[in-house]
């Protein structure tokens, strides 16, 4: 696969996105874990999960664990595998979604995931979502002080605006390695994101890259032009959208989430598929 770079980290294009393999609708963990395998198989060296990945409080960080889970029991070589995970979003319990950015619990939160992840330091810390009641800078600061302790490689944050960003780069020390904000065809208001991070060189993770146009059948009108691409190409409409972004710059490695193996091998091959210039311009009009 072709590499691209978070940091001073080389990584596959393409990564895989591990939310659904642990929350609601979740398979089973014998294909969870084969889904792991068929995306390392195929190349894929970057693996995105948080501690918030799971259904409820009987099962914190499920999602780390089976990743962590899923590398020691692969039969090749694992050392180039960067895994990515966040902290400062929480589920209580009763199937929502909260947020805590406060410092101190970031900390521990990282400390939390380094024990499930069964690693020295993580290679790639995300900042999952601003916490309104606290100090965005404040929140990043915590990221920064885990990098000076050794106990991350890398500093990134989620879902943050472009003041945001600016803002994490400063507090960071010119250290903020990747943003990772939803991105797709249905969602693209993330675009002045994606365009400071190639002004910063910082990477920019498309979350939910596939969102709206998953399936082939029953894609939106205004989606009808990846069907089309896909059709002329002989490709699926996934793989058209993942090479579209990758289009995007340098800096774009989408994470497309995936529960079997089928899919995350056809969502890799788009690390191969190369768009002209009159199919680019088509798909950014859809």
């Known amino acids: 696969m072709q590499q691209r770079t978070i940091g001073d980290r080389s990584v596959g294009a393409i990564g895989l996105g591990g939310m659904p393999l642990s929350i609601e609708g979740r398979p089973d963990r014998e294909r969870a874990i084969a889904t792991v395998h068929a995306a390392l198989d195929a190349g894929v060296t970057l693996i995105d999960t948080a501690d918030a990945y799971h259904l409820d ?80 800078e404040e929140s990043v600061g915590a990221l920064a ?18 003041g945001q960003i600016r803002a994490a780069d400063l507090v960071l020390g010119g250290r903020l390695a990747a943003v990772q904000n939803q991105y797709s065809p249905a969602f693209r208001s993330s675009e002045p994101e994606l365009e400071l991070c190639a002004e910063l060189g910082t990477a920019f993770l498309p979350w939910s890259p596939l969102g709206g146009i998953s399936k082939a059948a029953g894609l939106a009108d205004r989606h009808a032009a990846f069907a089309e691409v896909a059709k002329a190409r002989g490709v699926s409409p996934q793989q058209v959208c993942l090479a579209w972004m990758l289009a995007k710059g340098p800096h774009v490695l989408p994470i497309p989430g995936s529960s079997r193996p089928e899919t995350i091998r056809d969502s890799v091959a788009a690390a191969d598929l190369v768009l002209d210039d009159a199919e680019l311009a088509a798909l950014d009009r859809a």
């Open 57 to 136: 409080a009987t099962d914190p960080g499920h999602n780390e664990l089976l990743i962590a889970e899923a590398l020691a029991s692969y039969g090749g070589d694992t050392s180039e595998v960067l895994v990515a995970t966040k902290g400062g979003h929480t589920r209580p319990g009763d199937g929502s979604w909260a947020l805590d950015g406060r410092p101190e619990y970031l900390k521990r939160a990282c400390d939390a995931s380094l024990r499930r992840l069964g690693v020295e330091a993580i290679g790639l810390y995300q900042f999952h979502r601003p916490d309104p009641e606290v100090p965005f």
């Open 145 to 162: 002080e885990l990098l000076d302790a050794g106990k991350i490689r890398l500093a990134g944050v989620s879902n943050a605006d472009p």
